[in-house]
């Protein structure tokens, strides 16, 4: 029996940083909605087998969004094997309806976390957290922070003063894919829920429960979208594909 692995795809955020109107994952990016794109890049790595594993994507959306993201799906990816479930009140409590939805895994199985939102993100990205899983049991793709940062004090006045400066080189930004082995995600969430902790953040919670995490080589293209001027730079990005993009080790 091949090892699976699942992408669990939370598309069940409320989205009101982008305004009124159509839900931003329906939103326009170069001709194609924003939880097409997304579904693109995972599905060309679900097609092509990769590592020998089974793929399943379960989707984790909202009632007004599912009927219309089943018909998209059984439109463009009739041949992936995709099932879906709502969403909860938080991310936390999203994922871990997601994870209720696997029910033939295995310990050693993959589940990969990755927002609907972010759909930038490049099948190298998605295989690098696979291949990080070989020898890691949690992975999170990430990206070098590139400006300054400062720690800061908030006064009773309401004046934000800095407290400190620090070195940048020992941080990173962290995006997803987010990469598991069922056993640990299965544990994480069955305890976060229990313990009433939410988090936007899956390695989050991994670090909370003495799991290590390492990373694995992110794009700064791989942005969330959130506002109208994601739209804007998504819609850059894809015009433009192709330049090189840093990473650390």
Known sequence: MNRKCYFLIPAAGSGTRMGAGQPKLMRN??????ILRTLGAVTDVCR?????????????????????????????????DIEFTLGGDTRTASVSNGI?????????????????????????EIIACIDGLNDHTVCASAIPVKNTLKEVELLPSGEIRVTSTPDRSKFYE????????????????????????????????ATEYGLEV???????????????????IASEIVRSRGESEPFSD
Do not use: W
């Not at 990016?29 to 924003?34: A, D």
């Open 29 to 34: 990016v170069e001709g194609s909605p924003v």
């Open 48 to 80: 092509c087998n990769y590592a020998g594993m089974d793929y399943r994507i379960i989707l984790i959306t909202t009632q007004d969004l599912i009927d219309n993201l089943k018909a998209m799906c059984n439109e463009y990816f009739p041949d992936i």
């Open 100 to 124: 209720k939805v696997i029910s033939d895994a295995r310990d050693d199985d993959l589940v990969l976390v990755h927002d609907g939102a972010r759909c930038l993100v490049t099948t190298d």
């Open 174 to 205: 962290i995006l997803t894919p987010q990469g598991f082995r069922y056993k640990d995600i299965n544990m994480c969430y069955r305890r976060a829920v229990e313990e009433g902790i939410a988090a936007t953040d899956d390695t989050a919670l």
């Open 214 to 232: 390492y990373l694995t080589k992110g794009l700064y293209s791989n942005l969330k979208i959130t506002t109208p001027e994601d739209i804007a």
